[in-house]
């Protein structure tokens, strides 16, 4: 069995870790876990910020990964028939709490909690879920961390409903475009902000009204003009960028602010007294719960939403995963990266 191990920096590669794909063995499952055959596995930034250094509780030794579909070869506690098509959740130790985990929280993809990017996981059985049948292989496998996400910082988070005006910051990547893809299914109008005049045509084809670029020196003033009048409800952001002290100005009383990353802002993000006064929240959201993952799923399914697939990667290989994660690290990408692990389980859809 292979799979790809945090392990010892190259020299010269810039990286304080690096992924070698290498033969693994994977243990025995434990009482109530169930085994899944992993047919294509997704990278996140995560994985790159973790190969940097910049990720807290970094293990060498930890097989990566965080997203995966894959077939159900035994059950351990789970619901799902043995054979079936599954997506698993890649929040541990979280089960319904609107307001955080209920334990020791964590995340697939660093020890203790084994990743995706290997061709079996062990996990426990009920964080295993039927996957969405419209879904196509590399699509089932770009969905749960991102799509986990974005749902929980949009509605359970942002409380974004229908008519709702909602300003998602950064498109391009796998979180904002799961939240456009989500906001609009859900009939708010949405706005997007890129350097990139291709990532604000994609964004609009899939429903955005517009977008900005935020390196425009007068991107506030095209921000208000874009709105044409109308107030946002709610701002979606994993980024913190230069634009967001400009946000309070286009928001309405009691706006909600949501951020999920601090990407462009290390060291944090301002929230001054005229968001006081205008009744702003600034609120935290990671990852998110089993409940809202099934929710997730249920969402997803209802409304046919296809996941954004940017590259995907024929094999895990070493020569595949250093490509994969130079794609991410670039930014050259609009969507999800994938690796296939397993051709011969591969969806036809």
């Known amino acids: 069995m292979v799979a790809a191990i945090l392990s010892k920096p190259v020299e010269g590669s810039g990286y304080k870790y690096s992924l070698k794909v290498q033969e693994y063995t994977t243990p025995a499952p434990q009482s109530g876990e169930a085994v899944v055959k992993i047919q294509a596995a997704a990278l996140n930034h995560r994985d790159v910020w973790i190969l940097k250094g910049l990720y807290p509780g970094i293990a060498e030794g930890s097989v990566v990964g965080s997203d995966c579909v894959g077939i159900l070869s035994e059950p351990g506690s789970s619901s799902v028939q ?49 996957c969405p049948a419209h879904l196509s292989t590399f699509e089932a496998a770009a969905l749960p961390l991102a799509g986990l996400t974005a749902f929980r910082a949009l509605f359970t988070k942002s409380e974004v409903q229908s008519g709702d005006h909602v300003l ?19 009939g708010a109008h949405v706005y997007v902000t890129s350097s990139s005049e291709e990532k604000i045509k994609n964004a609009i084809s899939l429903g955005a009204k517009g977008g900005i670029n935020y390196k425009d020196p007068n991107a506030d003033k095209e921000l208000k003009k874009l709105l044409n009048g109308n107030l946002l409800s709610a701002v979606v952001d994993g980024s913190g960028g230069a634009l967001f002290n400009q946000y309070i100005k286009v928001m309405r009383s009691g706006g909600i602010i949501t951020q999920y990353g601090q990407t462009a802002s290390p060291k944090g993000v301002g929230f001054n007294m005229g968001a006081v ?8 959201s990671t ?10 799923l249920e969402f997803v399914d209802k409304h046919k939403i296809k996941p954004i697939v940017s590259h995907v990667f024929n094999g895990l290989t070493q020569e595949n995963m250093d490509k994969a994660i130079s794609v991410i690290d670039a930014g050259q990408q609009t969507g999800k990266v994938v690796l296939e692990i397993n051709e011969n389980a591969r969806s036809n859809l």
């Open 168 to 186: 998602i910051p950064g498109i391009g990547g796998g979180v904002a475009l799961f939240a456009l893809q989500f906001a609009v299914a859900a």
């Open 287 to 296: 990852m998110g719960s089993r409940a809202e993952f099934k929710q997730m």
């Open 82 to 130: 043995v054979g079936q098509r599954v997506l698993i959740s890649p929040s541990v130790n979280w089960e319904k709490d609107p307001r955080g985990p209920e334990g020791l929280f964590g995340i697939l993809g660093l020890l203790p909690f084994s990743g995706t990017l290997a061709d079996t996981i062990n996990i426990d059985g009920k964080e295993v879920f039927p």
């Open 277 to 284: 006064l205008k009744n702003i929240d600034l609120r935290g």
